[in-house]
């Protein structure tokens, strides 16, 4: 029975070594691994603007903006706003790893509109430059248009 005892303690006092080592060396490693916030991600775009000129109501036309990483740190974007229902936008959601590229494409229904429309996409990221307005003008005409 002594013996029993003797091996429970020491099994337990084994267990308790691995389980506080395991705690500090999970810890001291997390310290060496290379943070995700190190470094700044920077989005550049060639044109912040396109005109499509002159189009028929009812159609809808679509631009898509390329964008570069040119920071040392993964780009994520995290959303692209329309100023209203007639314009969406579609990006995708993986990180742009520094000097890649991607792109955010912009589809305009002229439905129901008439001169010229300037719309705008607010695109929001982890950037230095957060915050960029990407800009599409085009010019509306009902039954003018010949092609």
């Given at each position: 029975?002594?013996?029993?005892?003797?091996?429970?303690?020491?099994?337990?006092?084994?267990?308790?070594?691995?389980?506080?080592?395991?705690?500090?060396?999970?810890?001291?490693?997390?310290?060496?691994?290379?943070?995700?916030?190190t470094?700044?991600?920077?989005?550049?775009?060639?044109?912040?603007?396109?005109?499509?000129?002159?189009?028929?109501?009812?159609?809808?036309?679509?631009?898509?903006?390329?964008?570069?990483?040119?920071?040392?740190?993964?780009?994520?974007?995290?959303?692209?706003?329309?100023?209203?229902?007639?314009?969406?936008?579609?990006?995708?959601?993986?990180?742009?790893?520094?000097?890649?590229s991607?792109?955010?494409?912009?589809?305009?229904?002229?439905?129901?509109?008439?001169?010229?429309?300037?719309?705008?996409?607010?695109?929001?990221?982890?950037?230095?430059n957060?915050?960029?307005?990407?800009?599409?003008?085009?010019?509306?005409?009902?039954?003018?248009?010949?092609?």
């Amino acid at each position: 029975m002594k013996q029993t005892l003797t091996y429970l303690s020491a099994g337990i006092g084994i267990l308790a070594l691995m389980l506080a080592s395991c705690g500090r060396g999970s810890s001291g490693e997390s310290k060496n691994m290379p943070s995700d916030t190190t470094g700044t991600a920077v989005i550049t775009f060639p044109s912040l603007e396109h005109s499509f000129g002159a189009v028929k109501e009812g159609e809808k036309v679509g631009h898509i903006f390329q964008f570069t990483n040119t920071g040392d740190a993964d780009l994520v974007l995290t959303s692209a706003t329309a100023s209203c229902g007639c314009t969406v936008s579609k990006y995708n959601k993986k990180p742009v790893a520094p000097g890649e590229s991607g792109t955010i494409e912009v589809i305009f229904d002229t439905s129901g509109r008439d001169g010229v429309q300037t719309k705008t996409v607010v695109v929001q990221s982890n950037a230095e430059n957060n915050l960029v307005i990407l800009r599409i003008i085009a010019e509306v005409k009902k039954d003018e248009i010949t092609k």
